[in-house]
């Protein structure tokens, strides 16, 4: 085998060298810009770059009134310069197409850390002093303006919630296409100016999310422009898609359904010339087939526009510094001149680029922006930066929700008659979409009928803009005017989802419980998002994201090992307990009520856990295996409604303590852990009749940690009456044991708790076995209990749990031999 | 505004109607099979076509040698046929390609749930039957080998670690072709088929790694031929790429720098013809690329080829049951007839369909395949199920390790001494690239130069087939024949070296530690996996999975809220505990041990958290801010050794209770969390000189659980021998606090047990400051440890407790006046 050559010259890429920024290049032949208009543009363009470097360097002397000196720069040297130029220069572009269109738009940049480009502007056009009168169009505003920027007690170097005009900080890459997506749909009028970072376009969810043009009605949504910005690196690497070939990235534009437009060079008045003239085909586009949609009411997906913009990283710098290449280069990523607090040539080199855009000229005495610049932006709620999109809450109306009692389960006997609990809930959820027909969406990766919500498709099918056949008539629910929206991409539709509430509307993601896992990161990340809005005044309260979280681990004994894992919730405990509200109903009326709550609520997260199906999908005398096995239903409306209100609570009926100290507290939360609990009760009852147990159902999870640690948890005094400070507590979880643990842990009496709950023993197993192997079964808690309890219980104990264990034992042989749970599990009821 | 239509036909795809099944077409027009050819493929796929569904519904009766009854089906039916017909059909195909070009190749499942199309192949030729006896090839065994099928005590509906021939289980979707490319990397000779779902294609981790091929060395590495299986539908929907034009699809595989071959239809003879030319083309364009890049010693990136094969959903299944489509319809997806137990009818179907295939031809009456039919597939590890790839563990040598202890820092006394710990870990790494050329790989998303790594490329530079540019030259450390493999995809990088260690390699991913969640699902993935292998008797131990934490979120001050969440550790928390394994080494030293024991290790996740940087990477009289400041280096070699080899212990220099019973106990998990730690010692030993404090660090995180519950848990005795049963514990974590409750929470005297850790309290920050904001600093520890002693501390306690609350409000003043922390905090060191 030949040795590799290390010589890179086998793979010279010819498209893109340097020389690919020295002429202008674009789709585009058109010079729409007079003399004038361009050298506006031109000056609009420098005061923006200026007061990005004055926010990377200055804390003083903000005009450069005077030399610039040592005192006047920041000791920390912090932020991104990288995109700031080109992210700017297509903002600014941008505002001229909404002048001339008299266009509804707002902006959402990937690459967050570029964020002085746009913040630069929001200043420019004068909102960011309405929002923050402290940082008024003076010197002395400019100065507070700059030295804030990555300053502690300052606005960090994204668009953070901070930041007035963004519904998207860019802290993390890869969302900005689905938030924008989101924030469009149902919005027909809006036009979302997504830009791309070329770092961010490696990432996965946003490979897959160029495909959410096939999920956009462009007569009742919006459109979203993406404007890919390759600048060529990231931290430390040339990216992908700026080193294929312009022909390779055409072709994958094209085949992500998307007609793209290049605008590539580096000579600003020619650059001017070919963005003002693509930008403007690109709005006539999506104006044009925005149109033709309307007037015929027909709906088609058009090819829409995109761009490519190809400006080089840290344009506008010098090109190179001290010998190494700078404007064009990943070096210009962060700060592009580091040492200019000790270097004094680095020092120098500053001044002479900052005096370069002539801040002078572009200012007045007094720091204001000149006059004839000033006009150059839109006005009003026409600027990007003061979209209400941008502050959603602003728009928001509350649901139209109907009577969620009214949808209730008849239940006259606690654990006596079964009900399908989701389905029950798909009907309330099938009103609200009906109530709320542009307001409300229902998102999931490809799951809601498999979950048990089919009922929906009955007010508002599936999304679907992407080609028909004859079968779909075959119960496809597809339709371009759907309300749920399914793709095969946890990320997407979780982004599509934050985009459209952070936008002034309401939704619910529902999911496998296992595979929320993969957007863990996203979720943390809009927690952090609403954490910091709670302290900041200006942003209203937009709905909170409901996750419901269903084929849960317990009932994934079929699918296996890899489709068991209950985590997120410690996922979601680590998040502000300002932010994060987690729901375990243990039945239907339950639910109705946990979404009803979650429904009418602002600024959480909420999780809800909640099985699609009862007991076993598996095939009994009576069933057949595709009937939905019912749950067991525990709580009449009434009762439902005090419980969950309450969160935590005793069920007097489940329990003999009649109201004095118990021997016992048996406890359960989420729904299939709730009923093996209660199972485990009723063995206990029958087989040691003298024993005083009383039994807790938790639904609100966070009613177990400490008061001021969570705005719900119990005061000590009230956890205490529930769960006494001496007596044993066997605590049947949903999820992983250890994480009551974590909640409870300095609670009186916590030595005395046992939780039970999944830990990671799984495979191809029947329900009950599965709940064997993790010792969450209704023996094995009934053991437990006798365990905690031996000396009082003393040989008819002893007795007891051997039958229980050899129970256990038949249980397991039985669903080895035959593949199935024994009927007394499958049939069990509540039997007092 | 227009009413928007719901008339689909506005959007109908005249490409993909039925139509397209009905008559074959394909890029290739050759005929290359003969009548004999052609009718031994079909006879075999007819095989394994009635595997698949013996597989779904027989416990008995498996070559239906009497008729069918119900006492011969499974009582619950579960699996998936829906992409078993085209992965069989793929399989057999590629078979004939190794045979007639002696190939060496394995297969991977992107749609797992389609296992037994492949699963019913590794049957046929014998492999099964070698690796599990008692599914022999004969009556009795296959029996067996239908009935523990989805079935309690056998195997899952996925390629299953129990599955010979598999490293994907594809439980989760998305993976596949990272895997692919993973496992071909530094395997020159070896193909990888990966057949991708077309459910999976809508996945964010998917689509980016179509990129991957721009990080292969034609030379020193394999290839992957993908095949993008489109059946039309996931569960309960149709796919995208299923229903873009074939124009529009071309786009995107040629945008994604592959060569796309079409192969669509329903006739399984023309079918036939058409796979076989086109499979014959890719395989001869593969090996040509090959043989041009090894012949030249030249690398290039060939536009490789892949295959779109599109096939009905449940292909060969009947076209309508009951009215409803089946085949080429999402009713196909899982079990086609699920009524067959209750419905005579579906009984007759099922009867009806399997016969078709003809089983009494294809295997002879002992239900041996016949003789002509088992001369088909390839023999020995030529079989794809028999590849010692997918057994990577054989193939496994260890790593060449240099000796540890010659990178080490010196360290003459503890605390006094700064070393960047980082770097100098990175100069083992570069010798480990060095002494490991073609087994070892270090992965990273863009971080690993800003990781302070980046000594690395000294022996290996970052893997780049992707165009150069003369400013590469300048710094960029690009190549094609690298060892460092970086996209901003942690999703592709952790599947590169997921598919790396499981086919017998080694590596480590490195990754700011925020961001890491990205992955949680992955890696959750990952750990299931290896759990599961543990079980299994015939897969050999491969390496560990080492994922380096660094960028923490103690040093993510500047880059604020977003880049701040340490909770990846809470999540591996959860999995098995023979499989994960969690360091935090405090220092250069102890890093340096962890390490090497990491890289020796199998089996393993290994996740260890070590800081890029010590103190602060601010410009101050003598740093300037480029410049990474140190950390303070605490043990020297020796001592280091043996921490690390105990995982925990008290740091006698840094205690004065000289080996009696302390007053308050004091520890440290994590390098900045340890130092702050020691800072809290040295103030309370400062105020408070009577004091008698034991000071331990943790670096095994799993020291602190029980014995019983993780392997390396300790003893109680042994854990009240550090912590006492009854004494004050103030404890700083690196993580979430509550994570150490959860581990200890039933150790003797975890009422005592005080933690503090990152508590979601961020910004953009000094590190002192925001230590602060989470009470994890120096004062605030040291304030706590006195709350804990009040009564004894009496008057003294409480003004000491004042002057640190007044330094602390100093601190934050300082912060947000100039930006910095003081300087003794900056270089603060350990004053005994």
């Excluded at 000229?361 to 000033?374: A, D, N, R, S, W």
């Excluded at 930066?385 to 009577?403: C, D, E, F, H, Y």
């Excluded at 919730?569 to 979404?595: G, H, Q």
Aim: proline share 6%; with cysteine.
């Amino acid at each position: 085998m030949a040795t590799a050559t290390t010589e890179p010259n086998d793979l010279h890429n010819e498209t893109n060298t340097w020389s690919v920024y020295t002429k202008t290049r674009s789709t585009i032949n058109e010079q729409p810009l007079d003399n004038d208009e361009l050298d506006k543009l031109t000056r609009y363009f420098h005061a923006s770059m200026y007061l990005c470097l004055g926010m990377l360097y200055l804390k003083e002397n903000p005009l450069l009134q005077e030399p610039l000196k040592k005192e006047h720069i920041k000791p920390r040297l912090l932020g991104h310069w990288g995109s700031d130029a080109g992210q700017s220069f297509t903002y600014i572009h941008f505002n001229r197409m909404i002048k001339k269109y008299d266009l509804d738009a707002f902006v959402i940049s990937g690459p967050g850390h570029g964020a002085p480009g746009l913040i630069s502007n929001f200043y420019l056009e004068g909102l960011y002093s309405e929002v923050y009168p402290n940082k008024s169009e003076d010197i002395e505003g400019l100065q507070k303006f700059f030295k804030q920027f990555s300053f502690p007690g300052g606005i960090g170097s994204h668009m953070t919630p901070e930041t007035p005009g963004s519904i998207h900080e860019g802290g993390e890459l890869g969302y900005s296409i689905s938030h924008a997506f989101g924030a469009v749909f149902d919005h027909p009028h809006t036009i979302a100016l997504t830009i791309v970072g070329d770092g961010e376009s490696e990432t996965g969810p946003l490979a897959t999310s160029w495909h959410s043009n096939k999920f956009l009605n462009p007569i009742t949504d919006g459109a979203v422009l993406p404007v890919l910005h390759l600048n060529g690196y990231k931290i430390n690497n040339p990216t992908i898609l700026a080193r294929i070939s312009e022909e390779e990235l055409r072709s994958l534009m094209l085949g992500y359904g998307w007609t793209p437009y290049f605008v590539e060079g580096h000579d600003l008045e020619s650059m001017h010339q070919a963005m003002a003239g693509t930008l403007e085909v690109c709005v006539q586009e999506i104006l044009k087939y925005q149109k033709q949609a309307r007037e015929s009411g027909k709906v088609f997906r058009p090819k829409w526009p995109m761009i490519v913009l190809r400006s080089p990283k840290g344009w506008t710098a010098p090109r190179e510094i001290e010998g190494h290449y700078l404007e064009g280069f990943w070096r210009a990523h962060q700060v592009p001149l580091p040492k200019v607090l000790t270097d004094p040539e680095q020092m120098k080199a500053l001044e002479t680029w900052m005096r370069g855009y002539g801040p002078d000229k572009l200012f007045t005495k007094e720091g204001k922006l000149i006059p004839e610049l000033k006009e150059l932006p839109p006005k009003g709620n026409k600027r990007m930066s003061a979209n209400p999109i941008t502050n959603g809450g602003v728009l928001r109306k509350p649901l139209r929700m109907p009577r969620f009692q009214d949808y209730g389960i008849k239940v006259d006997k606690p654990g006596s008659t079964h009900g399908p609990s989701m389905n029950i809930f798909a009907k309330l959820l099938r009103d609200i979409v009906k109530d709320n027909p542009t307001t409300f969406r229902v998102m999931g990766p490809d799951e809601t009928e498999s979950n048990k919500l089919g009922e929906i498709y009955k007010a508002g099918k599936k999304v679907w803009v992407n080609g028909y056949l004859p079968e779909d008539e075959d119960g496809g629910n597809l339709s371009p005017t759907g309300r749920v929206m399914e793709m095969l991409s946890e990320h997407t539709v979780e982004g599509w989802l934050e985009g459209y509430i952070l936008s002034g509307r309401h939704g619910l993601i529902n999911s496998y419980e296992p595979f929320i896992h993969i957007i863990d990161s996203m979720v943390n990340q809009h927690a952090k998002w609403i954490e910091k809005c709670l302290e900041v005044s200006w942003r209203e309260a937009v709905s909170s994201l409901n996750i419901l979280l269903t084929s849960t681990v317990w009932r994934q004994d079929h699918n296996g090992f890899t489709h068991q894992d209950p985590g997120f919730l410690d996922v979601m405990c680590n998040k502000s307990p300002e932010v994060v509200r987690i729901y375990l109903p243990p039945d239907a009326n339950c639910l109705l009520s946990t979404m009803d709550h979650c429904f009418r609520s602002s600024n959480y997260v909420n999780v809800i856990v909640a099985d699609k199906q009862g007991m076993h999908a598996q095939q009994s005398k009576s069933r057949s295996m595709l009937t939905p096995a019912d749950h067991l239903q525990f709580l009449n409306m009434e009762d439902a409604i005090t419980h969950c209100t309450k969160g935590i609570g005793v069920w007097q009926w489940a329990s003999n303590d009649a109201g004095e100290e118990p021997d016992l507290v048996m406890a359960g939360c989420g729904d299939v852990s709730t009923q093996e609990a209660l199972a485990a009760t009723a063995l206990l009852r029958h087989h040691l009749p003298e024993l005083k147990i009383r039994f807790i159902n938790v639904v609100d999870l966070f009613k177990l940690i400490q008061h001021g640690y969570h705005p719900h948890g119990l005061k000590d005094s009230e956890y205490t009456a529930l769960f006494t400070s001496n007596k044993p507590v066997v605590f049947n979880f949903h999820s992983y044991p250890w994480l009551i643990h974590r909640l409870t842990y300095n609670r009186p009496g916590q030595e005395h708790m046992h939780v039970r709950g999944y830990k990671e023993k799984g495979n191809i197993d029947t329900p009950l076995e599965l709940a064997i192997r993790n010792e969450s079964d209704r023996y094995s808690l009934a053991m437990l209990a006798i365990d905690g309890l031996t000396k009082r219980l003393g040989n008819k104990g002893a007795a007891t749990r051997q039958a229980l264990l050899d129970e256990r034992i038949r249980s397991m042989n039985y669903a080895y031999e035959t593949g199935l749970d024994p009927e007394h599990y499958t049939d069990w009821k509540w039997p007092y």
